[in-house]
């Protein structure tokens, strides 16, 4: 789900809502399904159904072969589920859910018609779901002929990792450059699938671990295929001298598309894919209750996925698999905490409860909402850093954000070239301006398979969609007030892989008293950042770029005779340190 619209009327204010102008995707179809009696026991085959209890289906198979509909089991057969489900845990009973093909613009007639049937528990049509994206430029910013696009025939794509803010230490980013250097931390052994509609697989910058679309159908609109290759962008990049690179390029990439199967099956399928401490990326939002299910082009009232009982059955499946699950918490400005997300659909099963209710029972679903980047990152300002952008909806349900505004990533903007690189071709091109809860999800899936491959590589046990939820949660950069948008409005610190770390593996942080400093102001070679450097623990230990005040800090303390300094550190970085005197 992406948010491209710039502000309007102030930091922070525009994108996918009430003030902000939007863009509508296009290709995205109503969902009719079905939720059967269990005592039904019903079997969908290629000509008609059948019941194993031996109900009467003959009115329901009429109706179907009358108005030229198949119904189909959304997750597969029940023997298949049984086998695919041990170990799994309680939860909504997938073999009851079907899927009626046929229906184009009728959903809503069929619906009432064929939840009346005395086989059928109920029936509801689902809104067409889109990339949680906002639309084009409006104001100021890069556009299709700005003189940084790659030139007719220009031969090498400039390195634009400069760009990339989110991989920076925190609190700017989520410390993607210190995770390279630890084993396992650029994703290794970890595959993500992205479930949504459309990629440009043959993206340059992509080559090195994608592998391809897994399930589905893709779509053929270019609006889609841009948000898709941005996403996995944003993750998996290729590590080298040009272009972009992802959080964690080692990790295997791969896409699911909905198209044709629906996006519960796709999230089940995706799952069956995968294994334990893999990471599915739910990358679409679709209109709520709010304004009655509503398609607007604003976003606005758009929720995440789970809310819907298919939806949210697939993704419990997978997290109880040990499949972490990241979605688009949307774009709708919306407060998850609203008692209208309470009041169940009349055509929704009578076991539903809210899932945005965290009383109720979980999906496990990681959500994420959209937080502004730092002020000035591309010369633009959308509000206090870490604050919530004014479409990103906001509640105790959500876990954590991402970077909602400016990241750069691959493939071109909303349904033109790239706006960073754009060109004849394709396969190079480039944007500055993916945003929305879109852009913030891949953000944190990138630090999740980073810290995935480093809790591999240290012998540990993945992390399970509880673990990974208190982790995010218990750390990271927190989220910050902004005028009319208080920290209050929930949507969670931004990630810190190396604040993580410390949690997860604690034996890889040393601590100890440092006994000397060197402040190393004129570095050498001059590559490096400044440091600042501490003997503790029979070792030279580094900190980067040190503050004023903590160079200062430990200045003193050292020029009082009785030093008082804290160090924690992993290898030789500094991870944290306290100057007590």
Request: charged fraction near 20%; proline fraction near 8%.
């Amino acid at each position: 789900m992406t948010d491209q619209v710039q502000p309007a009327q102030g930091p922070g204010t525009s994108g996918p809502g009430p003030d902000g102008a939007g863009f509508t995707y296009r290709g995205a179809e109503q969902e009719l399904i079905v939720v059967a009696r269990p005592e039904a026991r019903l079997r969908a085959g290629t000509a008609d159904v059948r019941s194993a209890a031996g109900a009467d289906v003959s009115a329901l198979n009429m109706f179907l072969s009358d108005e030229q509909l198949t119904m189909e089991p959304l997750f597969g057969s029940e023997e298949r589920l049984q086998q695919s489900a041990a170990g799994t845990g309680s939860g909504p009973d997938l073999a009851l859910f079907y899927r009626v093909r046929g229906v184009r613009s009728r959903a809503q007639e069929l619906r009432a018609r064929i939840a009346a049937l005395p086989e059928i528990d109920t029936a509801y049509v689902k809104p067409g779901a889109v990339p949680a994206s906002t639309g084009p430029a409006a104001w100021g910013g890069p556009s299709a002929d700005d003189s940084r696009r790659l030139k007719e025939g220009a031969p090498v794509t400039p390195d634009f990792t400069s760009r990339q803010g989110y991989l920076r230490p925190a609190p700017e980013g989520v410390d993607a450059t210190w995770a390279w250097q630890r084993p396992g931390g650029t994703g290794r052994n970890v595959t993500v699938i992205d479930v949504e509609g459309a990629w440009q697989l043959g993206h340059e910058d992509l080559a090195s671990k994608l592998a391809g679309v897994v399930v589905g159908t893709p779509l053929t609109d270019i609006a889609w295929r841009n948000h898709g290759t941005a996403v996995i962008g944003v993750i998996g990049g290729d590590r080298d001298e040009h272009g972009i690179t992802g959080i964690a390029p080692d990790a295997v990439t791969a896409a699911a598309s909905f198209q044709g199967i629906g996006t519960a099956a796709a999230i089940h399928a995706a799952a069956e894919r995968l294994s334990p401490g893999d990471i599915i990326l739910v990358e679409l939002h679709a209109p709520g209750p709010r304004f009655d299910f509503e398609e607007r082009d604003t976003q606005e009232g758009y929720i995440a996925l789970e809310w819907w009982p298919d939806d949210f059955a697939a993704v419990q499946y997978a997290t109880a698999r040990g499949i972490l699950v990241v979605e688009a918490a949307g774009n709708g400005g919306e407060s998850l905490d609203d008692a209208v997300y309470e009041r169940r659909p009349e055509e929704f099963p009578e076991w539903w409860r809210n899932p945005f209710n965290p009383s109720n029972r979980s999906s496990g679903a990681i959500l994420v909402g959209a937080g502004a980047p730092p002020p000035g990152t591309h010369g633009r300002d959308h509000g206090p850093d870490r604050s919530r952008l004014a479409f990103s909806n906001y509640g105790a349900r959500i876990d954590t954000q991402g970077w909602g505004r400016e990241v750069t990533t691959t493939g071109g903007s909303w349904d033109r070239p790239g706006d960073l690189q754009g060109g004849a071709e394709e396969i190079a091109w480039y944007t500055d301006t993916f945003s929305g809860t879109s852009s913030a999800s891949p953000v944190v899936v990138g630090a999740l398979a980073s810290l995935q491959g480093m809790l591999k590589a240290a012998g540990q046990a993945p992390m399970s969609s509880e673990r990974a939820r208190a982790v995010l949660r218990a750390t990271g950069s927190p989220q910050q007030d902004a005028p009319g948008r208080p920290a209050s409005q929930r949507i969670g610190n931004r990630p810190d892989i190396r604040a993580a770390v410390t949690r997860l593996l604690p034996e890889a942080v040393g601590s100890g008293q440092a006994e000397r400093y060197w402040d190393e102001l004129l570095p050498y070679p001059r590559e490096l950042p400044p440091r600042l450097r501490l003997y503790v623990s029979g070792a030279w230990r580094n900190l980067d770029d040190p503050s004023p005040g903590i160079r200062q800090a430990v200045h003193s303390a050292f020029a009082g005779g009785r030093p008082d300094v804290r160090v924690w550190f992993s290898d030789d970085e500094i991870v944290g340190l306290v100057v007590t005197g």
